[in-house]
T-cell receptor, first 112, second 119 residues
Framework: DGGITQSPKYLFRKEGQNVTLSCEQN?????MYWYRQDPGQGLRLIYY???????QKGDIAEGYSVSREKKESFPLTVTSAQKNPTAFYLC???????????FGQGTRLTVV | AQSVTQLDSHVSVSEGTPVLLRCNYS??????LFWYVQHPNKGLQLLLK??????LVKGINGFEAEFKKSETSFHLTKPSAHMSDAAEYFC?????????????????FGQGTRLTINP
């Protein structure tokens, strides 16, 4: 089955810890994206990557980091610098311009 | 710059009655527009998309939307609501990032409309 796999589904983090969210795709799509979703605010772009070994900051990149060492994988690290990390995180891919995005099932991160 | 406004944060209808979810957009060029649905704690699923072909777009689960350039609108409709339609709906416009390599794009999301279906 082709698709996007995000793991884990639920993640708990202590204050001051870094955590990494996984996103793997087998759709052979070039572009990958990370979005953050908060209640009543829609989705906001954190980072995106157009090709391997290249990525660009989105609208809310502060406190986050990414890597794109393989076409299939685009992990997101939430660092201790992110002051309010509790949110629902969604990974997405696209295959070209003006095409729809495909989404993973999301990871819900909670700071405890 | 591109932006999307969903005019209602919450819509409530009775089962079997029509659904109308309103979306206005602004774009400095001819946009691509999408409607997505999200069930609780799930990812987003594409309902339909407009990419400069027919202005009336049919999607999955009986939904359709009409692109009206003069009104800068892309409202989502369904003739008869079903209980399974209860979810969050997002109107999305495709915005071009400043650098385009290999066709990446920036999607701009509306705030979402929560659709409730009453039995």
């Amino acid at each position: 089955d082709g698709g996007i796999t995000q793991s884990p589904k639920y993640l708990f983090r202590k204050e001051g810890q870094n955590v990494t969210l996984s996103c793997e795709q087998n759709l052979n799509h070039d572009a990958m994206y990370w979005y953050r979703q908060d209640p009543g605010q829609g989705l906001r772009l954190i980072y995106y990557s157009q090709i391997v070994n290249d990525f660009q900051k989105g609208d809310i990149a502060e406190g986050y980091s990414v890597s794109r060492e393989k076409k299939e994988s685009f992990p997101l690290t939430v660092t201790s610098a992110q002051k309010n990390p509790t949110a629902f995180y969604l990974c997405a891919t696209t295959t070209g311009r003006n095409t729809e995005a495909f989404f993973g099932q999301g990871t819900r991160l909670t700071v405890v | 710059a591109q932006s999307v406004t969903q005019l209602d944060s919450h819509v409530s209808v009775s089962e079997g009655t029509p659904v109308l979810l309103r979306c206005n957009y602004s774009s400095s060029y001819s946009p691509s527009l999408f409607w997505y649905v999200q069930h609780p704690n799930k990812g987003l699923q594409l309902l339909l998309k407009y990419t400069s072909a027919a202005t009336l777009v049919k999607g999955i689960n009986g939904f359709e939307a009409e692109f009206k350039k003069s009104e800068t609108s892309f409202h989502l409709t369904k003739p008869s609501a079903h209980m399974s339609d209860a979810a969050e709906y997002f109107c999305v416009v495709s915005a071009l990032p400043s650098l385009i390599i290999q066709g990446a794009q920036k999607l701009v999301f509306g705030q979402g409309t929560r659709l409730t279906i009453n039995p």
